[in-house]
Each structure stands twice: as structure tokens, then as C-alpha cells.
């Protein structure tokens, strides 16, 4: 991906797969003419939205806007996650995250990274092994192991330095497990659920890294998340992609009952989240990139999406990267080298 590289910006131009050390200067404010200045698809500080030249969809729904707005303000990253709190930025992917949740070595804190939702390759779980040397647990009840080299462990596991390598590859220990997460623990339609609570028993404070895919049942995991003061304290990183309104199973019966009230719970969650958290960066910025109602609303007005800005861009469906808040003050300084060729370690 191409694109203006501002002064606001250090853009390293990488290959498919590579990592991005970003260092801003100066404060979080929207890009200058909305245009992409890194190759990543995660972005940090205010993320620049269009607006429709003229109304696009056939209704308009004041709760759908409202709802659309708390959605943006939650995702937008606070001042206080500046690159001198966090002692940079890496983005990779759909991923930002803040440099100060990852201690380097011999810091006393080896930290762990739990994944929920593996697909044939799992390249966040390979970014916490090979980029920031920790242990990873895998979860998936719904993937074909044998489609999956780290589902089925048949990937290279504890192998030592995987530096340059394109394929599946562990440098630290991890573990699969054909699992997902869910509110309650036990089986259902033949799958094993667990919950993220005994997942997070005998963690100690700031420990663990988690990643999770946010569509039905997780809006009831992260409810249950923000009831549990010691649970909350044991995550150093939360990376999500969340699913607003997203006809799940496990919701249907919520979401049948009133379909408005269950969007308002979701976005709640979501506004307590951010309020418990510090976003870091999202992919909301991005996806604004291919957004053309112009062109694809100009034959016939479409449907009315169901959470929108003010301006009309959808706002269902992003990724999203938060940081605990406690660790703005206790950051060792890190130096990490991005190289176009693959990963580097610390220098």
C-alpha cells in the first residue's frame, strides 16, 4: 500500500506479514487529507472518517447514529496514549499496540498471550512467540485442526529463533486446545466451551496478553470481564475484533426480543471496556479507505446499517487494540528494530 508519509510519520515500507515500529510525534490528531500513511492497517491517534455527499440509505435512525458516535469515541485512542507513555508504537496487521505492555528480557516477566479463534495460521499468536518471546495458548472449536499446522500442533513449536521465516513457526512453547470461549463452561452442539476467568486463574497481575474475536457470546465474556476487578488486573494487552449486531446463536433470542435494546447493551459493554482500558489504535481508519456510497448506493438507496457515524460510515465491524492503563507509569524503555525482511528482536 502506498501513500503519503507526512512528517507526523516514520513509514517503513515492509513486505506481506512484516511489522512496523511507528514513532509519532507531537499529539494524536487526524491525518492531514485522510490519507493512509502506513502500510499497516492499524492506525493510532483520531482516525479521519468520511462523510456521504448526500444521504445514502433509505431511513435514518437517530439511535443507530447515536449509538454509531459513543462506537468512535470509545475506539478513539486517549492523549494519554502518546508515544512517550508508551515508548512507541508496533503496529502489525489489525493489531496496535503500546511498546509499554511488553517488558523486555530479563525484567523478571516472561508474560503470556492467549489467542480465541485460530484460523489455518494464527499470526498474532506467532507475533507474542517470535517477536516478544512468550508462551501462547490456543483456542478454536469451530477450525479444522487438519487445515491448521497450530491447531493440530504440527507446527513448529519451541523451535528456537524463527527470524526471516515466512511459515508457521513457534519460537517459544504454545499450546492448542479445541476449545472456545463462552460464558459458561461445558458442551454445547457437541463443543467444549471454558471461561475466561478459569483461563485466568493462577495469573498473576499484568500478565497476560489476550486476543479474541467479539461477535455473540464473547459481549457476555467481557461483561463478565468487567465484573471481576482481579481478572481485569491480570490483562496487559486486549486485542479484539468486534461484531456489532451480529446475529450469533447464543444472542438470538436477545436480539429477537428488541434488536435496539441488545445493540445499546453491546455498545455499553463497549464503552465500559474503553473506560477500564486505553485504546491504542484501531482499523477504523482503513476500513473508511474502501467506503464509496456514492457508487455503490447510486442506482438505489441501500439498507440502513445498524450502527453509523453522523456522516453514515458503518461502524459495525473493526478491530480494536487496548493497553491497561497502569503500565503507562511503569514502562521500561524498549528498542525494537523492524526490518522488511521479517522480524527483528530487541537491539
Known amino acids: 500500500m502506498s501513500g503519503l508519509c507526512s512528517f507526523l510519520w516514520l513509514c517503513v515500507p515492509v513486505g506481506w506479514g512484516a511489522h512496523v515500529h511507528v514513532?509519532?510525534?507531537?499529539a494524536a490528531h487526524?491525518?492531514?487529507?485522510?490519507?493512509?500513511?502506513?502500510?499497516?492497517?492499524?492506525?493510532t491517534g483520531q482516525p479521519c472518517l468520511p462523510v456521504a455527499?448526500?444521504?445514502?440509505?433509505?431511513t435514518q435512525r437517530t439511535w443507530s447514529t447515536d449509538l454509531g458516535e459513543r462506537i468512535v469515541r470509545s475506539a478513539t485512542p486517549s492523549p494519554k496514549v502518546n508515544e512517550d507513555a508508551c515508548e512507541g508504537f508496533k503496529l502489525f496487521g489489525d493489531s496496535a499496540w503500546c511498546l509499554a505492555a511488553?517488558?523486555?528480557?530479563?525484567?523478571?516477566?516472561?508474560?503470556?498471550?492467549?489467542?480465541?479463534?485460530?484460523?489455518?495460521?494464527d499470526l498474532w499468536s506467532e507475533t507474542m512467540s517470535n517477536f516478544f518471546h512468550m508462551p501462547t495458548k490456543l483456542y478454536d472449536c469451530f477450525q479444522d485442526p487438519k487445515k491448521s499446522p497450530p491447531l493440530s500442533?504440527?507446527?513448529?513449536?519451541?523451535?528456537?529463533?524463527?527470524?526471516g521465516k515466512q511459515s508457521h513457526c513457534y519460537e517459544t512453547p504454545y499450546q492448542a486446545f479445541r476449545t472456545c470461549l463462552g460464558p459458561d463452561s461445558g458442551v454445547l452442539e457437541g463443543r467444549n466451551y471454558t471461561t475466561l476467568s478459569e483461563l485466568l486463574q493462577g495469573q498473576a497481575p499484568l500478565s497476560t496478553h489476550v486476543k479474541m474475536d467479539v461477535e455473540g457470546s464473547e459481549w457476555?465474556?467481557?461483561e463478565a470481564l468487567l465484573a471481576n476487578a482481579a481478572d481485569l488486573a491480570k490483562i496487559r494487552s486486549l486485542d479484539m475484533e468486534v461484531h456489532f449486531g451480529f446475529a450469533a446463536a447464543s444472542e438470538a433470542q436477545r436480539r429477537q426480543k428488541n434488536p435496539e435494546e441488545a445493540l445499546r447493551r453491546e455498545v455499553s459493554i463497549f464503552e465500559k471496556l474503553a473506560r477500564s482500558f486505553l485504546a491504542v489504535g484501531s482499523n477504523v481508519e482503513t476500513n473508511a479507505e474502501g467506503w464509496d456510497p456514492g457508487a455503490s448506493c447510486s442506482m438505489a438507496l441501500c439498507d440502513e446499517p445498524l450502527v453509523h457515524t453522523r456522516g453514515g460510515f458503518p461502524v459495525n465491524q473493526f478491530a480494536v487494540s487496548f493497553v491497561n492503563p497502569a503500565l503507562l507509569?511503569?514502562?521500561p524503555k524498549l528498542a525494537l528494530e523492524v526490518a522488511a525482511h521479517g522480524i527483528e528482536g530487541p537491539m
Open 153 to 163: 500442533m504440527t507446527a513448529p513449536n519451541a523451535a528456537g529463533p524463527c527470524r
Open 53 to 58: 455527499a448526500s444521504w445514502p440509505y433509505k
Open 30 to 43: 487526524c491525518k492531514p487529507l485522510c490519507e493512509p500513511h502506513c502500510p499497516q492497517s492499524s492506525r
Open 102 to 121: 511488553f517488558a523486555p528480557e530479563g525484567r523478571g516477566l516472561q508474560g503470556l498471550g492467549l489467542s480465541f479463534g485460530i484460523e489455518e495460521r
Open 220 to 222: 457476555s465474556v467481557l
Open 329 to 331: 507509569q511503569k514502562a
Open 23 to 26: 514513532r509519532r510525534e507531537g
